[in-house]
């Protein structure tokens, strides 16, 4: 068919609707008061519009051929009274029932976004930005309805369609057999109209949050799609990303209202029924006028909760297919999970090992194999190589970001995976080469919102990485509003707040990630110092390309192909006339030309051992 196409959900598990349903339930739980009330209130609801027909019946069959004028008017009294408490009944549970719906979607979106912030990297490089703002967000308020509207009006009009066919059957039985039997051809075809659409709905999800992945990568990549006049190729691939959508929607959508459209012939055929058998019983006298009347008001709404129940069913289903992608993320395991040992148990006295770790992104492809060395406390210990070695996949593992699948990583001979996450990272300060600053004020993003550190300590801190100079040009200082990833702000200041927030906690072990590579040369001075100020009297871990920055290392590990290739001090490595002194001679001659081992140990800038400054 030319609406053919292949599922494509993002690692989605398809389930059953009663298993998903299971899952539903127990969220009404908190809010049970709204849920209990709109069930009251639809007992009201449902019965001021059976009420309504019967009263009809009496005015034509009772007081209008009697010329009953005062039974006349106090039925007419009656019916608007009845029909007046119905709106107004209906009108507070609409409002109860928005209440329950909101108050469950912002429960679900506060658990669904704590969840996501505690799942590790493996899950956050399988889900862009923008399928995951389409599962927190876009997926959530699609059950907003199901959770409020839907469900309980759903319960009204199987209480409400129950209720005609009783007053039908009990009133005349032989009219009313007629149309029982049209009730189970309409419910199967609309039940196998379901199946057949939960698929194409289920597939537009997932074409949705494709869509939504790639507007939110485009706006966040804008600049290098303008700066390469990447633009008509980016609308180009937008059009093939919404065609695979329109391709889903439109049929799905033509075969919906085509359904819909013919189901609404049903409600003819059984007025057409009525009018069959009921008139030549009215001109025999067997029927009166009003029972034939009160037939034909009741079909039309009988066919009204049919309809409404097809649809909140065909809702229900899609809603469902929300509830997959939702409690997938929110089943899905933390690939990191605390140990059982307390927090107070975690002391840093001795040294860090990393004994004989193996590790890979995708099972067998190794990015470090057997790696083993120690940070003793206190020691500065350099991490170089060339790219895709395994030097950042050692500093994730460190900070546990990944668990290794082979070996361990121990901190004074206790395994780290022992300990709670949240206990170790405490101990780690972390400064990367992308710098990521939050929209606010500087003071927020030193102390990372954490508003128990005081002013005062953040003033000094900033003191001592060469920040303040920066923080004091600023609009309002220490609460002058930073940019979106701080754009008001040049690549080396950016470093330099970075370096301060990296010292606001007091960390005795620091991570440097190519934390000095991008510096700009106006401020390369101020951040050298700034560096120095950060390692004194702390345990270092450092990422370099520019291996000038890590001369007087107390080791140096190269790491290369996933090996500790060489391990030593600087002038050891040159000695060995290795790939480390190979690199340092790329980089040097490059800056002063042909150097000797000897001539780039005197060269070099040297950290003065009594200030550890260069």
């Not at 700066?227 to 889903?248: E, G, P, S, T, W």
């Not at 220490?478 to 970075?498: H, K, M, P, T």
């Not at 101020?526 to 702390?538: C, H, M, S, T, Y």
Request: charged share 25%; with cysteine; net charge negative.
């Amino acid at each position: 068919m030319w609406w053919h196409f292949e599922e494509s959900e993002e690692g989605v598990r398809k389930q059953s609707a009663l298993e998903l349903l299971r899952k539903v339930v127990p969220l009404f739980r908190p809010h049970a008061k709204y849920l209990y009330l709109g069930f009251g209130l639809l007992i009201f609801v449902t019965a001021s519009q059976l009420i309504g027909p019967l009263i009809l019946r009496y005015i034509i069959d009772k007081s209008i051929p009697a010329a009953d004028t005062r039974s006349l008017l106090f039925a007419a009294v009656i019916y608007v009274c009845i029909a007046g408490l119905g709106a107004g009944f209906g009108y507070i549970q609409a409002i109860t029932l928005f209440k329950l719906g909101i108050n469950i979607i912002t429960d679900l979106k506060s658990k669904l976004f704590e969840h996501v912030l505690h799942l590790g990297l493996d899950f956050h490089e399988k889900h862009s930005p923008g399928r995951l703002i389409s599962r927190v967000e876009s997926d959530t308020e699609t059950l907003k309805e199901l959770f409020g509207d839907v469900s309980v009006n759903l319960l009204r009009n199987v209480i409400f369609f129950i209720g005609i066919l009783i007053t039908l059957v009990v009133t005349d039985f032989g009219i009313a057999a007629w149309i029982l039997l049209l009730v189970p051809l309409f419910f199967g075809a609309t039940f196998w109209f379901i199946v057949k659409m939960k698929p194409l709905w289920r597939e537009w999800r997932a074409q949705w949050a494709i869509v939504t992945g790639y507007v939110t990568e485009y706006v966040q990549g804008i600049d290098v799609i303008q700066q390469f006049n990447y633009q008509n190729r980016a609308r180009a691939r937008m059009k093939d990303v919404n065609l695979n959508k329109y391709r889903i929607e439109v049929p799905a959508t033509f075969i919906e209202y085509g359904f819909w459209g013919g189901f609404m012939f049903g409600e003819i055929a059984a007025i057409i029924i009525v009018f069959i058998v009921g008139i030549p019983r009215a001109f025999a006298g067997t029927l009166t006028i009003g029972t034939l009347i009160m037939f034909i008001d009741f079909i039309r709404q009988m066919f009204l909760p049919i309809i409404q129940l097809s649809e909140q069913i065909n809702f229900i289903q899609r809603s469902l297919i929300s509830v997959e992608r939702v409690f997938g993320i929110l089943e899905t395991e933390r690939s990191i999970e605390d140990g059982p040992l307390k927090d107070e148990e975690l002391l840093f006295e001795e040294e860090i090992r990393f004994e004989n770790v193996w590790f890979a992104y995708e099972e067998d492809n190794w990015i470090i194999r057997d790696v083993s060395f120690s940070i003793r406390k206190g020691q500065k210990i350099a991490l170089v190589g060339m790219s895709g070695g395994g030097k950042s996949t050692v500093v994730n593992l460190l900070l546990r970001f990944y668990d290794p699948q082979k070996g361990r990583i121990t901190i004074d001979g206790s395994d780290i995976r022992e300990f709670p996450v949240k206990a170790w990272r405490e101990k780690l300060g972390l400064v990367l080469q992308d710098i990521f600053l939050f929209p606010g004020s500087v003071s927020d993003n030193l102390r990372v919102f954490d508003k128990t550190v005081p002013i005062e300590h953040i003033e000094k801190v900033a003191a001592i990485a060469r920040a303040d100079g920066i923080i004091g040009k600023l609009p309002g200082r220490y609460e002058g509003e930073l940019a979106e990833r701080g754009a008001n702000l040049s690549v080396g200041e950016r470093q330099l707040i970075s370096f301060a927030r990296a010292l606001a906690f007091d960390p005795p072990l620091l991570v440097l990630d190519e934390a000095t590579s991008s510096v700009d040369p106006h401020t390369e001075r101020l951040v050298q110092e700034a560096l120095d100020q950060l390692l004194e009297g702390r345990t270092a871990v450092i990422v370099a390309h520019r291996l000038s920055t890590i001369i007087n290392a107390d080791q140096i590990l190269l790491i290369h192909n996933g090996i500790v290739e060489e391990q030593g001090k600087h002038d050891e490595l040159l000695e060995e006339n290795g790939l480390y002194a190979k690199l340092v001679r790329l980089q040097f001659e490059e800056a002063v030309g042909p150097l000797t081992n000897e001539r780039i140990s005197s060269t070099v800038p040297r950290l003065n051992p009594a200030r550890g400054e260069s």
